[in-house]
């Protein structure tokens, strides 16, 4: 494993009449309350310089789509992170869905979408609906949990590598992957080496579940190789899409979860709306999608000089997309502080958005529909009884624990 280090190219000099921002959004006092930094980048100008990584940014909605929709000219091949792939060292094997532009991205996303697609999903709700139901009810038996460890990271931990076809030993390796490979598209700071040795043996392990062999004869891994039997893929192409589901499905959608589950704890007054209408859940999760943004930010880099919103762009550049701020940026947003169950949340980033945006955002949402529906059918409250403690990556936004209560109704 190499490790992915940023290094600043001084080659790269603000555009003239940009604001210079000196803030860190990556560090620990960022995390801890990312809202005002959020302004400060939206309300300086529709781009910023942020000298501490010399690059680009924005956190207003219309700039942050109108980059993400054009992929030609804001590159994905080049990393998505803070790493310029073009000059500095992979951290990894270059994905060749999330690191690729069209035409390699093409081929690649169509076979994520035929399997992750509208039918397998719903025939997996049936057995998510029943993992869930069982595990509600245990928790509404103790009433006091860990939301975390509990319930976000417990649900999918159970049905995603399940129905992907996964082995059973060596899957505590997943979580501590994911967040690692989360922490890389960021700086090398102090979050990302914490969390290095911890997926250090997880990578080796995770490598060897891609191969068709350790997969189940069911499952998103066997129909991935199904697909390479008919000729879409090649054998090694397969392996890189099952790792790319496995790093990306896992940390995401505890975030996802934990981040609903967290929304509707702050909120009594939606939690009573959802609980009196368990109909609502998917647009309960929706809503928390964008009021949380689990996937904070992301980058692009500019593939050949070009301009945006009036300033020139240097090839290479790279620009710092802040979804999590796109997503309450009053431009866009009534009252984007609030998290409101009944918003129309359609046309938030927290999928991203373009070519890009999340190929397993149904996956995701089915099983954040199913926890909050079965939260909400079952408890009459949900309250949260201890401090939240956040839990620091620099892509990732969520929770180490939710010390919480509900009650039965
Ligand atoms: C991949 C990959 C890994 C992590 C996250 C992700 C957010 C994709 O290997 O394609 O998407």
Redesign the pocket.
Known sequence: MTSGIPKSDPALVPPPGLPILDLDPFDYAYFDNPYPHHAIMREAAPLFWLSRYNCIGTGRYDLVVEVLKDWERFTSARG?GLVDYAKDERF?PQ?????ADPPVHTRTRSAMMKVLSPRVMRGLRKHFENVADELIDELLDREVFDGIPDLAERFPLTVFPDSLGMKREGRENLLPV?DL??NSFGPENEIFLKSKPLAEKGFAWLEMQCRRENLAPTGFGKAMFDLVDEGHLVEREGE??V??ML??GVD?TVNGIGGGIYSLAKAPDQYAKLAENPDLARDAFEEAVRWISP?QA?FRTVSQDTELAGVHLAEGTKIFLVLSSANRDPRKWENPDRYDITRKAIGHVGFGHGIHM?VGQNLARLEGEIILATIARKAKSLELIGPAKLRYNNTLRGFASLPLRIKAK
């Not at 994905?95 to 690191?99: D, F, K, T």
């Open positions: 998505v990894r994905s060749m869905i999330l690191e994911g490979v989360f890189v899409m790792r790319a790093m990306a995401t996937a992301f999340c």
